[in-house]
């Protein structure tokens, strides 16, 4: 996958993040995340690329990504997505999770939802299903687009100019540290998750469809 996406970022530069952020903002399968972690790294190694440039570039694609799926989601509506939403990932339990952390937290998912994948990808859409005021989304969209591009961004292109100028073994011993702390964190979103789901369902089904099957 990064050989794939540090070859896209060679050819099509800027477009390529965009492109990519743009579809996984929107709701479609894509690696939004990985390509502007890529993007960052290639800018730090190579000085082709501007990374401010890139984070501008990624933060406009992710705040119209997310847009353009609040549109659809407040148009065609629940029934649409009900039938169609387990092709694009969004199964029933996820879209019951959806409205209840947008009836609990709303504006707070719109800003933090950037920085877990479920989220990311289908936030546009539950909020305009769940009729969150346009005027608040796009408030908190564009604050959510800005902080995840540019610190991620930023992280990766700070990791990656420090990283060409590390000695070999502390090159790697950085690498496996990073390795382990973005799998701790994955491990730690799912159990969130998890958790989430087992509340929604509590709240939107009743207790009996919450608990664990024994």
Same mark, same amino acid.
């Not at 959806?98 to 859409?125: D, P």
């Given at each position: 996958?990064?050989? /794939?996406?540090?070859?896209?970022?060679?050819?099509?530069?800027? !477009?390529?993040?965009?492109?990519?952020?743009?579809?996984e903002s929107l709701?479609?399968?894509?690696?939004?995340?990985g390509i502007l972690?890529?993007? !960052?790294?290639?800018?730090?190694?190579?000085?082709?690329?501007?990374?401010?440039?890139?984070?501008?570039?990624?933060?406009?694609? @992710?705040?119209?990504?997310?847009?353009?799926?609040?549109?659809?989601?407040?148009?065609?509506?629940?029934?649409?997505?009900?039938? $169609?939403?387990? +092709?694009?990932?969004?199964?029933?339990?996820? %879209?019951?999770?959806? %409205?209840?952390?947008?009836?609990?937290?709303?504006?707070?998912?719109?800003?933090?939802?950037?920085?877990? @994948?479920?989220?990311?990808?289908?936030?546009?859409?539950?909020?305009?299903?769940?009729?969150?005021?346009?005027?608040?989304?796009?408030? $908190?969209?564009?604050?959510?687009?800005?902080?995840?591009?540019?610190?991620?961004?930023?992280?990766?292109?700070?990791?990656?100019?420090?990283?060409? /100028?590390?000695?070999?073994?502390?090159?790697?011993?950085?690498?496996?540290?990073?390795?382990?702390?973005?799998?701790?964190?994955? $491990? +730690?979103?799912?159990?969130?998750?998890e958790a989430l %789901?087992?509340?929604?369902?509590?709240?939107?089904?009743?207790?009996?469809?919450? !608990?664990?099957?024994?």
């Amino acid at each position: 996958m990064i050989h /794939h996406l540090s070859a896209l970022v060679a050819v099509y530069g800027y !477009a390529a993040v965009f492109g990519l952020i743009f579809a996984e903002s929107l709701g479609v399968p894509a690696p939004g995340e990985g390509i502007l972690v890529v993007t !960052a790294l290639f800018a730090a190694r190579t000085h082709r690329l501007d990374i401010a440039v890139v984070i501008a570039t990624a933060a406009l694609a @992710a705040f119209l990504g997310t847009s353009l799926g609040y549109l659809l989601g407040r148009s065609a509506g629940l029934p649409l997505l009900t039938r $169609f939403g387990g +092709y694009i990932g969004l199964s029933a339990a996820r %879209q019951r999770l959806g %409205q209840y952390l947008f009836l609990r937290h709303g504006a707070k998912i719109i800003f933090f939802g950037r920085f877990i @994948a479920f989220l990311r990808a289908f936030e546009g859409i539950l909020a305009g299903v769940n009729r969150m005021p346009w005027r608040r989304f796009a408030l $908190f969209n564009a604050l959510g687009a800005v902080a995840w591009t540019t610190s991620f961004g930023l992280c990766a292109f700070i990791f990656g100019r420090a990283f060409i /100028h590390l000695s070999r073994p502390i090159g790697l011993a950085a690498v496996v540290l990073v390795g382990l702390g973005l799998i701790v964190s994955i $491990f +730690y979103v799912r159990s969130q998750e998890e958790a989430l %789901q087992r509340e929604a369902d509590a709240a939107l089904l009743g207790p009996t469809a919450a !608990a664990p099957s024994p």
